[in-house]
Nanobody, 126 residues
């Protein structure tokens, strides 16, 4: 079992930076492949970034590549998303997700994750 909780959302202006954190409970965190997803009003939840167990692989959606950085600290059971050069179209509820695995993989689809946080709102004003 993995329980996840996101923090760090808020209201910022276009061009600003924001850092999200996802704290996890349980001893399985280091064995998890992890991801960030987001859901804007009236839209489907979409993939943002993923990081494998062991920090071996990362992957980003084209829309955030070069602006967002995903990282993890297994000693602190925490997943991070550093968001730079924010745009109004980044406005969404951001969710972290985790999936324990014996393999280091980047998981790009919602159905690949069994554990989810409740989300944190990020609003970027123009």
């Amino acid at each position: 079992q993995v329980q996840l909780g996101e923090t760090g959302g808020g209201l910022v202006q276009a061009g600003d930076s924001l850092s999200l954190s996802c704290a996890a409970s349980g001893s399985a965190f280091s064995r998890c492949n992890l991801g960030w997803f987001r859901q804007a009003p009236g839209k489907e939840r979409e993939f943002v970034a993923a990081i494998s167990r062991g920090n071996l692989f990362t992957r980003y959606a084209d829309s955030v590549k070069g602006r967002f950085i995903i990282s993890r600290d297994n000693a602190k059971n925490t997943l991070f998303l550093q968001m730079n050069s924010l745009k109004p179209e980044d406005t969404a509820v951001y969710y972290c997700a985790a999936q324990p695995s014996d393999r280091a993989r980047v998981l790009l689809h919602q159905y690949e994750y069994n554990y989810w946080g409740r989300g944190t709102q990020v609003t970027v004003s123009s």
